[in-house]
């Protein structure tokens, strides 16, 4: 595709900007708010489709059309990827494969044994993660030695302990409080049919001996392996007494956090551990709290005509604050948008975060439509920009808490994690039931730049002494190729952009050397036919900023990062905005299939459904406001 021949005149950028606008438009709920589909890989439908056969609460409608879903992710390789036309991951594939079989896939079909076959030859299902190994156990269909000792009495560790629940990250702590329970009374599924996945094994599971294994990383590595042997010999003396009011614990911990209809933390795992707990515990399906947790979870359903799927959580918050952006660039009234986000903010509860920050006031924003115990600083920032740029003084109230919010929320590093303050435990992350690797929340350069775009936004001088170190903490984390690395989003394209923002915002000049270099860097990835890409086995050992194709929503980041840079008249930007109009559908849309986003880096990817329409209409919307201000600065943070 040859860029440099397609029409970028200010009568065809006017075009494709309305149709942009028209589709997102369109997708708008009448309350004033977007939500978009959020999908993940194989893991969570397939869990779903096992939590039914645990509960024995079978639908075999909805089963039939998540079986449709599972069979047409299913990779060449014969398993299932983290992430589309990704390599095979013998996790997803065993979950994938049992649940299939529960649907009642005959092994001997085809499709099932590629994936059987692909499973064995990676090493089995004894090879599987931690997470799948605890999902087999609650099955039959490995012992319960598979499984790293959690004992549960960790609820009555003191915050002194170098264990604590305090600190792993809000994913991490309301999954593992009720697996805790679950792990504790190791009940086994109802599963009515009996379903078992004993060929996809390569040494049987009573033989084996070597489920807590390494590669260990690190000195801790073998510290944690040997006190998990340790607690295996000396878990079964623990008191009762202590074991009961342990459970007592937990169950307060959940529900306190049952968060109505949108479930513990707002994440499926989590969720799902605690209907089983509930039920486990003897609460009949109608108890108020096992009901809403039920509810809960089938509020993440996604099902459309033959296939229906589970999400990992729900975006609405996320979905509706980058759609506003995208409108208000486009010179859309956001009024709606902004009254329905400031609704939201969280002004009463004082979430799991008070733990490091006691004292400090609420006043952030949840990623979901209602998770008070868990708001994050990213939903935060990118939120607080929106209702400052509106300009509605109704909303200098909720811009002023989000504003104390977030600065009592930095970490002494000068950086923010999304969650948490201070959650840099890192010796926690060798723990053998941390196999993901993904147990903390500690700063990063993406969310950090947001914190520092908001609050340059809203007046706050690049020498104050909160903006000062998270200046300095940005500037240390830049690669030695002038990228950024993007934790939540792929990756070096995404963390790069966000970081180009805020340093625009905070009046960092674009002949600056950091910025010259990130701005280098983003040229040099540009692909051929104008756009960008990058592969989200970045994460991994795929060089960073590329990928086969461009996709859109990453050809977005690189040229908001480039306008953020100054670059707005340059040939990289005005290819890529022909990239972006030479390829957006006559609805007004854009089709990416790739995954352009990350839950857990190597471990758990996501596709945001809007990203492919809202990140391009805002570069090209800002690229349109630039030409007409002949290249001038980007005014706003985001």
């Not at 209907?275 to 947790?293: R, S």
Request: with cysteine; aromatic share 10%.
């Amino acid at each position: 595709m040859d860029m440099g021949s397609v029409d970028l005149s200010d009568e065809t950028l006017a075009g494709s900007i309305a149709r942009a606008t028209q589709a997102l438009r369109q997708r708008q709920a009448p309350d004033g708010h977007w939500v978009f589909e959020l999908e993940a890989d194989a893991t969570i439908p397939a869990e779903y489709v096992l939590l039914e056969h645990f509960l024995d609460r079978i639908d075999p409608v909805l089963e039939a059309k998540i079986g449709v879903y599972l069979r047409s992710i299913q990779g060449t390789h014969g398993g299932w990827p983290l992430f589309h036309d990704g390599a095979f991951n013998i996790s997803a594939s065993v979950k994938a494969y049992f649940a299939l079989k529960a649907i009642g896939d005959d092994p001997v079909e085809p499709h099932m044994v590629r994936a059987r076959e692909a499973i064995l030859a990676a090493g089995g299902a004894e090879r599987a993660n931690v997470f799948t190994r605890a999902q087999l156990a609650l099955f039959g269909q490995v012992p319960w030695r598979a499984v790293p000792v959690m004992p549960l009495e960790i609820m009555h560790l003191p915050l002194w302990f170098p264990f604590h629940l305090s600190k792993v990250s809000y994913w991490s702590r309301t999954v593992i409080v009720p697996l805790l329970v679950l792990m504790a009374l190791r009940p086994v599924a109802r599963n009515p049919r009996g379903i078992g996945i004993a060929e996809l094994f390569r040494t049987p599971p009573d033989q084996m001996t070597d489920w807590i294994r390494g590669p260990y990383r690190s000195g801790w590595g073998r510290f944690f392996k040997g006190v998990d042997s340790v607690l295996r010999v000396v878990e079964p003396w623990f008191p009762k007494g202590r074991r009961d009011r342990a459970i007592q614990k937990a169950v307060a911990f959940v529900t306190e956090r049952l968060n109505g209809d949108d479930g513990l933390g707002g994440i499926y795992p989590a969720i799902a551990n605690s209907v089983m707990m509930f039920d486990v515990l003897g609460y009949p399906p109608d108890h108020p709290d096992a009901a809403i947790a039920w509810r809960a979870v089938r509020k993440l359903l996604v099902i459309e005509g033959d296939r229906a799927y589970c999400q990992p959580c729900l975006s609405p918050v996320w979905d509706t604050s980058l759609a506003g952006h995208a409108m208000a660039e486009a010179g859309v009234d956001t009024s709606a948008a902004c009254d329905w986000l400031r609704e939201r903010q969280v002004l009463d509860v004082v979430g799991d975060w008070s733990v490091r920050r006691p004292g400090l006031r609420p006043g952030g924003w949840a990623f979901q439509y209602e998770n008070p115990h868990y708001p994050d600083v990213d939903d935060t920032a990118v939120v607080g920009m929106l209702l400052h740029r509106n300009g509605d003084p109704a909303h200098e109230a909720s811009i002023a808490r989000a504003r104390e919010w977030i600065v009592g929320m930095q970490s002494s590093d000068g950086g923010w994690g999304a969650f948490e303050p201070e959650n840099t435990h890192h010796y926690l992350n060798h723990i053998p039931f941390a196999d993901h690797g993904a147990l903390l929340d500690p700063p990063t350069a993406d969310v950090t730049a947001r914190c520092v775009s908001f609050l340059a936004q809203i007046g706050m001088p690049a020498d104050d002494p909160v903006l000062a170190p998270a200046l300095a903490y940005l500037r240390r984390e830049q690669e030695a190729d002038g990228s950024w690395f993007g934790r939540w989003g792929t990756n070096y394209i995404y963390g790069t952009w966000s970081v180009l923002c805020a340093l625009n915002a905070a009046g960092v000049p674009p002949e600056d050397a950091a910025v010259r270099r990130a701005v280098a860097w983003l040229v040099s990835v540009q692909r051929d036919d104008g756009g960008w890409g990058e592969d989200e086995e970045s994460y991994a050992d795929a060089p960073p900023g590329r990928y086969k194709e461009s996709t859109a929503s990453q050809t977005a980041w690189a040229l908001l990062g480039l306008m953020a840079a100054g670059q707005g008249a340059s040939s990289a930007v005005e290819r890529g905005v022909a990239y972006l109009a030479a390829t957006q559908g006559g609805d007004g849309e854009w089709t990416e299939l790739p995954y352009t986003a990350v839950g857990f880096p190597r471990v758990f990817y996501l596709r945001y459904h809007g990203y492919r329409l809202y990140f391009p209409l805002l570069a090209m919307a800002r690229f349109r406001n630039l030409r007409r201000g002949n290249g001038g600065q980007v005014e706003v943070g985001f």
